[in-house]
């Protein structure tokens, strides 16, 4: 299956194995509860759901790369311990607490959650020492003579044989004992991760024309050749960070992660093109509602890669403004529930008090699990704020509770204000990408790939889809009906793939 589809079934098992009948006991009882073994190629997003399962169910993530581990450290260290049976005294071996075991309960004391993901990658590949305990582990839920806590559920991840030589296969006993999910590396459903996560419009053009280079692992006479998600997202953050700072990337950067030599040269190719083509054809004008006419007359001579970058270039500059939207609307969020508390209380000192507990509140949310870049900024910033209205706030005196109050209260009107002045501007902007799209590949209201495309990725996007859906869009929702994205996604690749052959 998918990664997407293996992310459902982990949230879903999660799910079943903490859900309690009337008289709070396990629906599934802990003997039945199979570890989930998902084996799946390096690089496609393994350690990344189980982030994302922990966050979204609400539960605490304990993540272990079992190749940096020895025995010691997973199944404790040995200690003679003193015992009395039938009379007599003995000398016996016992194990101190595993580390694995210790930093569950050390994340519940973080946390204050009981309930969370006890994550194992690598599973499959650790010394010829620890495999016994491995085993172990998979069929008793111990760890030497520590179980594994109640309320928490155990995920494990492995490599198949043929992509690591370190791999130990299972035996029968073992893979009977476990729910195993192979995952292959599927490029529809990363393009949907790639563009809430901001991967660099150069990539996501290029690979849309060139699907077959998104995975890639192969031996050759010269090495081991290979392409992959993680390859592509960390060189997609390389890039983002170079242009901030003014550096430039050449082919041999660009080869040190994408390690097949064959890609990495036609992707540089790509690049050089990309950028004339940033430079020709300014997004932030199109997104302005500034047209030029070099721009239109360019446009309609433009091969296939070409007219798909440019769309690719306007996808993420409306990401970057759906993001900011997004992250001043938690932002407001979060200040409105502190805001309500204070007011709830009617006390002049509920205010820091209240603040002193959401940001305990966030930072205990933090260390549960795995947060995207814009939640983080998000709750920095609400945190921030409320360190400034805390400071202006110790400055003033106030007679009445309700003075306090009425103060914090105009200025959260500043911050529901920059919110507004945030969605106004993504909404123009998406309006003005609809004109010029609309304009170039929609002929008398007929969307040509090129519209399909730029649908297509709104709909799969979180924030755009989120904005869409807050916002609401005309010109999305008549080309979305049009196009049925949801239930056509793969028939619309199949047309963007077939034009770009013309």
Not at 183 to 196: G, L, N
Not at 342 to 358: I, L
Not at 384 to 405: C, H, M, R, V, Y
Request: glycine share 6%; aromatic share 10%; with cysteine.
């Amino acid at each position: 299956m998918n990664i997407k589809r293996a992310k459902e079934e982990i949230r879903n098992t999660v799910k079943a194995y903490l859900a309690e009948d009337a008289s709070g006991k396990p629906l599934i009882a802990r003997v039945h509860q199979r570890p989930v073994l998902l084996i799946g190629a390096p690089g496609i997003g393994k350690t990344a759901i189980m982030e994302q399962a922990a966050h979204e169910c609400g539960i605490a993530l304990v993540a272990y790369t079992m190749t940096h581990h020895t025995r010691q450290s997973a199944l404790g260290l040995p200690q003679i311990c003193r015992e009395e049976f039938d009379g007599k005294e003995y000398a016996m071996t016992e194990y101190t607490m595993s580390e694995i075991i210790a930093s569950i309960y050390r994340k519940e004391k973080e946390t204050g959650l009981k309930k969370g993901i006890l994550f194992i990658d690598e599973i499959n590949c650790v010394s010829e020492t620890l495999t016994p305990v491995m085993l172990q582990f998979l069929q008793e839920k111990t760890f030497g003579s520590h179980r594994v806590p109640d309320g928490w559920v155990i995920c494990a991840a492995g490599n198949p044989p043929e992509y690591n030589r370190s791999v130990r296969e299972f035996d029968v006993v073992t893979l009977d004992r476990v729910k195993k999910i192979e995952v292959e590396p599927d490029y529809a459903v990363w393009r949907e991760y790639a563009r809430s996560a901001g991967i660099h419009g150069s990539i996501l053009a290029y690979l849309d024309a060139r699907q077959e280079n998104f995975y890639k692992v192969e031996r050759t006479p010269e090495g081991q050749h290979f392409v992959t998600a993680r390859g592509w997202e960390d060189l997609s953050e390389l890039m983002k960070a170079y242009e901030k700072t003014g550096l430039e990337i050449d082919d041999e950067v660009i080869g040190e992660y994408l390690q097949d030599p064959s890609v990495a040269e036609d992707f540089a190719n790509f690049l050089t093109m990309y950028r004339k083509y940033e430079e020709l054809y300014n997004v932030r004008d199109i997104l302005d509602g500034k047209q030029s006419a070099q721009v239109d007359g360019r446009v309609g001579q433009a091969p296939f890669d070409e007219r798909v970058s440019i769309v690719s270039m306007i996808l993420s500059g409306l990401h970057r403004s759906f993001a900011d939207a997004w992250t001043l609307d938690r932002k407001t969020d979060i200040l409105f529930r502190v805001l309500k508390k204070v007011q709830k209380a009617g006390d002049t000192a509920a205010f820091a008090k209240t603040a002193r507990e959401e940001a305990d509140r966030l930072h205990r949310f933090r260390l549960a699990s795995g947060m995207s870049r814009e939640e983080e900024t998000a709750d920095d910033l609400a945190l921030s704020q409320l360190e400034k209205w805390n400071a202006k706030l110790a400055g003033k005196t106030f007679d009445l509770p309700q003075q306090q109050f009425d103060f914090l209260r105009q200025e959260f009107t500043a911050v529901t204000d920059e919110r507004t002045d945030a969605m106004d501007a993504a909404g123009r902007k998406l309006s003005n990408a609809f004109a010029f799209l609309e304009k170039h590949f929609a002929p008398a209201g007929v969307p040509g790939p090129e519209m399909i495309l730029f649908v297509t990725e709104l709909a799969a996007g979180f924030y755009s889809l989120w904005f869409i859906e807050t916002e609401g869009s005309e010109s999305f929702d008549r080309y979305n009906a049009m196009l049925k994205v949801d239930s056509g996604r793969e028939k619309l690749q199949d047309r963007i793939r077939a034009a770009s052959l013309l």
